[in-house]
């Protein structure tokens, strides 16, 4: 007659967890019996590596003590500097890895049992990755604040952002770390990893439009297109940039509303930064009567660059003449406003203007503006000036 299985007892994966526990509890055990038969047969030599492991578990003390306060003090005025992050990681080696490091050591020059020794340098293995999880924690969670506060006033706009990096670096770290353990155990991990991957490929289509705008916000806050405080243009939007959040980046447009903007729909998208500008560049153009002699064209140029270089925070680059209008002899003067601020261009360009009217006022020169001359002629087609008396009996005379 057939057994049907029992209700609870184990199966799969669960079995195989369970059978490897015991068996590592049981290997424990072994391993301490062992150690201590060696022990009451070899005391002389046991109290000999009992005091080597403590001398090198306090050297080891020692020097995590001098590194860790020399690198601190090397970066006690700058807390997101490289020596300061080092230090920090330093401190965070536990004392408890460094003595088991200690009678790892210790282990391989005294005849120790093969058992006693297979459990100790086990039990190193599974503390060296608990140790290196947490320096790898630490490292990376202090250069991402690093970068968050370097970068400038933008950086605390997405702090947000920041920290659900934080502890989304935190969490594969230590997802990583429970699958080496397993896999040091001797567990297969491999259907493990393939449950990992097809819940995270589920998780990440569920949220893509979310981690889409977080990634986004990621890499404004580490290539910098923009900060807060930034006048931007992007699309058919301009405005001040107000604040860089988790998912959206909020812009005070011209018009006085606030536009809300998906970080994802931003970074696909051109974005000319005006705060970046050393200075700006302006192109005036003005024209003058074709009445005006060719001296005076001439001498036009001159007299703009000697009237503009006297303009605080206004270099010239060029003056010319440039051609023939319909109605008007034109220039073309080109000069540099030598800030980036829109208010101080239209500041420079007003005194640019002014200053060329009053050097045209003083040397007779006249604007053109757009005019039209009408011709008037004679039956025989001789053009004829309508302010002369016209031939009798032609009916030009005037009255």
Do not use: C
Request: proline content about 4%; hydrophobic content about 50%.
């Amino acid at each position: 007659m057939q057994q049907s299985p029992q209700p609870n007892a184990p199966a799969g994966d669960d079995a195989e967890i369970t059978d490897t526990v015991s068996r590592g509890f049981a290997r424990i055990g072994e391993g301490f019996s062992e150690l201590a038969a060696w022990v009451r047969a070899n005391e002389a030599e046991a109290l000999a590596a009992i005091g080597v492991a403590v001398g090198l578990y306090v050297a080891m003390l020692v020097l995590r003590m001098v590194i860790h306060t020399a690198l601190k003090r090397a970066g006690r005025r700058d807390q997101t500097a490289f020596p300061a992050i080092v230090g920090r990681a330093v401190g965070k080696i536990n004392s408890v890895f460094l003595l088991l490091a200690a009678l790892a050591i210790t282990v391989q020059l005294y005849d120790v049992p093969s058992v006693s020794n297979g459990l100790l340098s086990w039990l190193v293995l599974v503390a060296a990755v608990l140790q290196v999880s947490a320096l790898a924690q630490e490292i990376a969670v202090s250069l991402l604040q690093r970068k968050a506060s370097r970068a400038g006033d933008g950086g605390s706009d997405i702090s947000s952002a920041v920290s659900v990096l934080k502890w989304l670096i935190i969490g594969a770290i230590w997802v990583i770390t429970i699958i080496v353990l397993l896999d040091t155990a001797g567990v297969q991990v491999t259907a493990l990893i393939a449950g990992l991957g097809v819940g995270g490929i589920a998780i990440g289509l569920a949220a893509q439009g979310i981690f889409s705008d977080l990634f986004a916000s990621l890499s404004i806050l580490f290539d910098k297109p923009f900060k807060k405080g930034d006048f931007v243009t992007f699309g058919t939007i301009s405005g001040t940039v107000e604040e860089i959040g988790l998912r959206t980046t909020r812009i005070r447009s011209l018009s006085g509303e606030q536009i809300s903007v998906s970080n994802t729909d931003l970074i696909s998208e051109r974005v000319h930064n005006f705060q970046r500008l050393m200075r700006r560049r302006q192109v005036m153009r003005i024209g003058v009567l074709y009445q005006t002699p060719a001296d005076v064209i001439e001498a036009i140029p001159g007299w703009v660059r000697e009237d503009l270089e006297p303009i605080e925070n206004v270099t010239v680059d060029r003056v010319h003449f440039t051609g023939f209008g319909d109605s008007s002899l034109n220039f073309e003067i080109v000069f540099w406003a030598e800030a980036a601020e829109y208010v101080v261009l239209m500041d420079k360009t007003q005194a640019v203007g002014l200053a060329i009217m009053r050097r045209f006022e003083k040397e007779g020169v006249d604007f053109a503006y757009p005019t039209r001359t009408l011709f008037i002629a004679g039956p025989s087609g001789d053009a004829i000036d309508p302010r002369e008396p016209g031939e009798p009996g032609t009916g030009d005379q005037l009255p």
